[in-house]
C-alpha cells in the first residue's frame, strides 16, 4: 500500500510540474504575439504617416476652369482642374515611382490642353485629349484619373450625349465614390434619359455627404414625388396583372379573385385572406 501511495505521489508532483511548465510557456508565447502585435501596429502606423506627408501628385493647375455656376442645375460646369470631393480614401494612397510622376506629369500636362480645348467650345477635341491623359496616367493617380472621366463626361453632357455622359462618371465614382461632382453630373444625365429612380438616389447621395449642396437639394426636391408617383402606378399596374393571371387560373373552377378578400389584423398588422360568395 505505501509502495502505491508513493508511486500516486511521484505521478501527481510530476503532473503539476508538467502543467506549471505548460502554464509559463503558453503566458511567454502570450507575451511574445502581443510584442510583435504591438509592433506590427507600430510598424503600420509609422508606415502610414511617411505615405501620408509624402508627396505623390501633381499640383492643382494654376489657371483651372472656374467651378460650375449657379445657373448649372446639377455640377455641369466647367471641366475640372482637381478633384472636387470628400476625402474618400480610408487609407492614404501609396507613394507614387519616379516614373509614375513622370507619367502624371505627362497627364496633367495634356489635362491642361483638354480643358482649354473645352473652354473653347471644342468638345470632341477635348475628349481625345482627356482620352490621352487617361492612357498615360498611371493606375495608381485613382484621384487624378476619376478627374479626367468626370471631365470626358462634361463634354458628353455638352454634346448632349447622356448615356455616354453617365458612363464615364460611374468610371470616376468606381474610383472615388464620394466625387460630388461626378454624381451631379450623372444625375443630370440620368435625369436626362428617364431614369429618375437613379438620378433621385444619385441626388439623395450628394445630400448624404454633403447636406448643404443646393443643387442636389433642388433636384431631390423636384424628383421626389415624380418618382413616388411613378412607383405607385408601377404596383398599381402589376397588382392589376397579378389580378389577371389569378382570374384566369381561378377562371376554370368558376371563381375569381373577387371570391377571396384580405383583412388586415389591426393588433399584429398580418393579413387572413378569406373566401366569400
Known sequence: MVLIEDITEQEAEREAAEAAAK??????????????????????????QASASATTAVPQDAAAQPEASSSDAAGEGGADGAAVSSPAETQPPRELTDLEKEQLAQAEALKKEGNEMYSQGRCEDALGKYATALEAAPEAATQQRAVLHCNRAACHIKQEQWAEAAQECSAALELDSKYIKALLRRCTAYEKLDDLERALADAEKVLELEPGNSAAGQVAKRLTPVVVERREKLKDEMMGKLKDLGNMVLGKFGLSVDNFKAEQDPSTGSYSIKFQQ
Open 23 to 48: 502554464l509559463a510557456a503558453d503566458k511567454a508565447a502570450a507575451e511574445a504575439a502581443a510584442k510583435a502585435e504591438a509592433a506590427t501596429k507600430a510598424a503600420a502606423e509609422a508606415a502610414r
